[in-house]
Nanobody, 126 residues
Framework: QVQLVESGGGLVQAGGSLRLSCAAS????????MGWFRQAPGKEREFVAA????????YYANSVKGRFTISRDNAKNTVYLQINSLKPEDTAVYFC???????????????????WGQGTQVTVSS
């Protein structure tokens, strides 16, 4: 069983930056592909970014490409999401997720993930 704990959210002005972290425990972190999702009030959970087990491959939603960067440190059992040039429409609860995989694969659908964190709130003021 993998436990995921996000941190780093907060209130920031448009144009600002945040770095979200997701600390994993209870499993062999390097055997899990990781992803970030977000959910705004009244909306479905949406894919933001994904990273393969080794960290050597990443994939982004079009809405965040060029502004968000996903990375991981397998020695620290942590995945990160660097968020730059924040916009009010980025306001949401951000979740990290993990899926056990034998492949160097990327996953973009919520149902593909086995474990979820509790989320961290990001609020962007205009």
């Amino acid at each position: 069983q993998v436990q995921l704990v996000e941190s780093g959210g907060g209130l920031v002005q448009a144009g600002g930056s945040l770095r979200l972290s997701c600390a994993a425990s209870g499993g062999t972190f390097s055997k899990y592909a990781m992803g970030w999702f977000r959910q705004a009030p009244g909306k479905e959970r949406e894919f933001v970014a994904a990273i393969v087990r080794s960290g050597g491959g990443t994939y982004y939603a079009n809405s965040v490409k060029g502004r968000f960067t996903i990375s991981r440190d397998n020695a620290k059992n942590t995945v990160y999401l660097q968020i730059n040039s924040l916009k009010p429409e980025d306001t949401a609860v951000y979740f990290c997720a993990a899926v056990y995989t034998s492949f160097s694969a990327l996953y973009t659908k919520p149902y593909e993930y086995d474990y979820w964190g509790q989320g961290t709130q990001v609020t962007v003021s205009s």
